[in-house]
């Protein structure tokens, strides 16, 4: 773009995409399998009657369609590359030429429309060497129009070549693929399409940086024409110097100043600042998911400054960007900064699928601050191998003391229950036992062993002992004595009395009893008139005609049913008729 041109108002202005649009093959940009395969059937006169261009928009489909009947009408051709001075390589890219015809599917898929195309080309063509018909959009057609194209492809005119072009390639029906070469256009990395634009802007006299490039690049999202259109409103916002901050807000593109704040935050674990910079961040109108895949790639952007020893070839930033990312990437090691990336990418799903991703977004930037805590693990094995030194040094030569209480042994098979007793009981009853730290469990150290064996083998029943208000171990029995207030806790114990004592015998011939403490005067207080009523409390229930109550099978089924609870057991006054 010159001045002069500027200047002139009697010539219009020429978009860039229309300026730049390739008219040979060497200038096809991204498609170099598609153009080298078409060149050597041009060489080797191996011209198929029917084409099909797919690919995404703006990758020069329909381009390379029309420098393709240039090639083949070139009066220096056929040629592998037009030499667009003669009169119908001129005439074609005029769109003058009679026997070139382009039709955009979207207007013309009725039937109608391709009976008369049909018609159109029943004779030879009248002015060039071949009659080439472009049809874009060819996925618009209707399935008449597609009906009626079929019959022409099988057998089509003398010197008549068809090229469709269709970003939807799935639409078009397989009858009509089976007859064309298909040529599948590839999506253009960023890389390709910033190359091309940086060739553009030194042909327009343009200054503009790299990042400006990527960042266009990376908004095209795969169309080189898109870029190009892109830019050109770019340029019209700036004019010839184009700043970053110009592009960012014309591309509505986060702030890369504002990256570096949050990445500086949660590197140094300032978390108190995530808040405010989430704040601006909304009040700036951003949106978080999309901030958020850009923070990612700010980190990404980290990792290849700390690793690469030459960044900018990757991440197409300018020397002053690069020098920001070394400076804030220097106090990490590769690995942590590999770790940040990791967590971001982790917490990616739960901000796209949160129902507060403001908060989800806080929370998850705060996690990372505290990541900069963690130590490295060559320094915690190095601060255990020094701690296992001073140990090594304050210990004394001498054997080490073996604790007072070691854990229960394991418990023993069936067939040795009840006769030998593990090394570990045989001591006295009167010494003390105490569990790891240093507290008597239940106050007698058999009992102690009993307890922990109970909550090796069933945990849920092993605490109740420890309701117990006393225990007494005497005479090779372990009595567990329970108060008043807590007698049906002694219910609970007695109903798996059987296990117990199976597992009270497993410690030198032991017995197990429980027994409910009886209150006289409160027993008196509370029932008058119970005095010789017969009723049996459950303390004395051990082995009389209450255990038989409770080990009754109609009992037992009535409990499970209800849910209940043996309290007392009463016996029937025959004398009370009441």
Not at 327 to 340: A, C
Not at 358 to 367: C, G, K, V
Request: hydrophobic share 35%; net charge neutral.
């Amino acid at each position: 773009m010159s001045d002069q041109h500027l200047d002139n108002p009697n010539n219009s202005y020429l978009v860039l995409a229309r300026k730049y649009r390739p008219k040979k093959f060497s200038e096809v940009v991204g498609q170099e399998a598609v153009v080298r395969t078409l060149q050597n059937a041009i060489r080797e006169n191996r011209i198929s009657h029917a084409y099909l261009f797919s690919g995404m928009r703006g990758v020069g489909k329909t381009t390379v369609a029309r420098i393709l009947a240039k090639a083949l009408n070139c009066q220096f051709g056929p040629a592998p590359e037009p030499c667009n001075q003669c009169e119908l390589c001129q005439a074609i890219n005029e769109d003058r030429l009679v026997d070139f015809i382009e039709i955009d599917g979207a207007s013309n898929r009725g039937i109608e429309d391709v009976k008369a195309l049909r018609e159109s080309i029943q004779y030879e063509p009248m002015h060039s060497r071949y009659r080439i018909i472009i049809i874009d959009e060819v996925h618009q057609l209707s399935r008449d129009a597609f009906n009626a194209l079929l019959k022409t492809l099988e057998e089509p005119p003398t010197r008549t070549i068809f090229i469709f072009a269709t970003t939807e390639f799935h639409k078009v029906p397989r009858t009509i693929i089976s007859r064309c070469q298909h040529f599948v256009f590839k999506r253009l990395t960023t890389e390709v399409i910033a190359s091309h634009l940086r060739f553009i802007a030194e042909q327009e006299g343009l200054t503009i940086s790299p990042y400006s490039l990527k960042l266009i690049a990376e908004a095209a999202d795969g169309s080189l024409r898109d870029a190009e259109t892109l830019l050109d409103q770019v340029i019209s916002f700036s004019g010839l110097q184009v700043k970053d901050q110009d592009t960012e807000e014309i591309l509505g593109v986060i702030d890369h100043r504002l990256f570096e704040k949050f990445s500086r935050a949660i590197i140094t674990g300032q978390d108190e600042q995530i808040f405010g910079l989430v704040e601006e961040l909304v009040s700036a109108g951003y949106d978080l998911r999309y901030f958020y895949n850009g923070l990612i790639e700010h980190f990404r952007q980290l990792l290849v400054a700390r690793i690469v020893k030459d960044p900018a070839a990757l991440n197409w930033l300018s020397e002053e960007e690069l020098n920001h990312l070394r400076d804030i990437s220097q106090s990490l090691l590769p690995e942590e900064i590999l770790r940040y990336l990791t967590v971001l990418q982790e917490g990616e799903s739960g901000l796209r699928y949160s129902a507060q991703p403001r908060i989800f977004l806080e929370a998850h930037l705060i996690r990372l601050c505290y990541l900069s805590r963690l130590k490295p693990l060559d320094q915690v094995l190095e601060e255990v191998k020094e701690l296992k030194l001073q140990l090594k040094k304050g210990l004394p030569k001498s054997e080490p003391r073996k604790p007072d209480y070691q854990t229960p042994a394991p418990r023993p098979a069936e067939k040795s229950r009840g006769a030998v007793r593990s090394p570990d009981f045989q001591r006295a009853d009167n010494q003390t036992r105490v569990a790891g730290n240093g507290v008597p469990v239940l106050g007698h150290p058999v009992a102690d062993e009993f307890y922990f064996r109970l909550m090796k083998d069933r945990p849920a029943l092993a605490p109740i002992l420890k309701v117990a208000s006393k225990v007494e171990v005497r005479d090779k029995c372990m009595q567990f004595i329970f108060s008043q207030d807590k007698k049906h806790f002694a219910v609970l114990i007695e109903q798996n009395e059987a296990y117990l004592n199976r597992l009270a015998a497993d410690f030198d011939g032991y017995r197990f009893e429980v027994k409910v403490e009886e209150d006289s005067r409160e027993e008196k207080r509370a029932q008058p008139n119970l005095a010789g009523s017969g009723q049996k409390k459950i303390g004395q229930v051990g082995n009389g005609e209450g255990r038989a109550v409770i080990e009754d099978p109609k009992v037992k089924n009535i409990l499970d049913d209800l849910r209940g609870q043996v309290i007392s057991v009463k016996k029937k006054n025959n004398n009370n008729k009441s």
